[in-house]
């Protein structure tokens, strides 16, 4: 016999429309927390996912807390301690995470405008420069993004390997600028003569997105344009970033997690705007597979650099 206690908590969940097992994961997460890596500066990253958070709040049902790391392995660490449910990484992070052992299932890709989820890393120097292809660079300083950045330091160690240059021994200098923002910033202060980042597309890239903000100034004080920059390399396809949760989450929860990020474009089109400038398309399904080639990617560099 079921016991009437369990009968009256049933009644009072069906009156309320909420079932069980709902009530069950939010009596263990009363709240939620969304740790995003730092692709651009603080206040940036705020603005851009605050609205994210606030959609999720709605859509599950409690308080969705942002936390914007101040580097990569923050976020690795917050996730591998359970103090962050919800994290946005780069292909390349989320790689390093499930390679040192943290148990986490990747939910979705945002889908660029171009139809893929995948972008690219690039290697810019500035138009003015004498510096027409990578060649040019023997010597030069390069400023990387942060050493868990896909685009900003892994692709580029391997893509550039691939074609003869080891970047630890080719470029006179390379130095961790913190942020995408950051290493365009070094080129154009005159602290690098390059700088890697990532590419999703001509129209849709850090380093557009901060000349429409108006970021990027030359020495007279007028606005950059796109033309005052020049991609000397450009790696392979790369998998797309990732929004993954941490494995032990209750299914229901990590369902509702997914459910509400596929339905973000049409449910709140204006936070899934705000995420990229309106440049993405949506968020597309993301598997454990996806990230298989970036792992092997990961294990070439460190087997390199301890090489060297």
């Known amino acids: 016999m079921i016991p009437r206690r369990t009968l009256l908590a049933a009644a009072a969940l069906a009156l309320l429309g909420l079932p069980a097992a709902a009530q069950d994961w939010k009596a263990k997460y009363p709240e939620l927390s969304l740790g995003v890596i730092p692709m651009e500066n603080a206040s940036g990253t705020t603005d851009r996912y605050a609205p994210l ?17 101040s580097d990569y392995a923050a976020v690795i660490e917050g996730q591998r301690a359970g103090n962050i449910q919800l994290a946005y990484y780069g292909a390349a992070s989320y790689a390093r995470a499930v390679m040192t052992g943290v148990k986490i299932e990747p939910l979705v890709s945002p889908k660029h405008e171009t139809g893929t989820a995948g972008y690219y890393s690039v290697v810019y120097v500035l138009a003015s420069s004498p510096y027409k292809g990578v060649e040019d660079l023997k010597g030069k300083s ?74 990027l100034k030359k020495v007279d004080g007028t606005p950059m344009q796109k033309a005052d920059f020049r991609v000397v390399f450009k790696s392979d396809a790369l998998p797309g970033d990732a929004y993954a949760v941490l494995s032990t989450l209750p299914a229901d929860l990590k369902a509702s997690i997914r459910e509400a990020l596929i339905a973000l474009p049409t449910a709140d089109k204006a936070a899934f705007d705000r995420l990229s400038d309106g440049k993405d398309l949506d968020l597309t399904p993301a598997t454990a597979a996806d990230y298989e080639p970036v792992i092997g990617m990961l294990k070439f560099n460190d087997a390199q650099r301890k090489r060297s």
């Open 142 to 215: 390069l400023a990387l993004v942060d050493p868990n950045s896909t685009s900003g330091n892994q692709a580029p160690r391997f893509f550039l390997n691939k074609v003869g240059y080891d970047v630890d021994t080719f470029f006179g200098k390379t130095f961790y600028a913190g942020s995408h923002e950051n290493a365009v910033l070094s080129l154009i202060q005159g602290t690098a003569d390059a700088a890697a980042n990532a590419w999703n597309s001509e129209t849709d890239s850090h380093l557009t997105r901060m000349l429409t903000k108006g970021m």
């Open 53 to 69: 958070t606030s959609y999720l709040a709605k859509a599950l049902g409690v308080p969705v807390k942002l936390r914007v790391a």
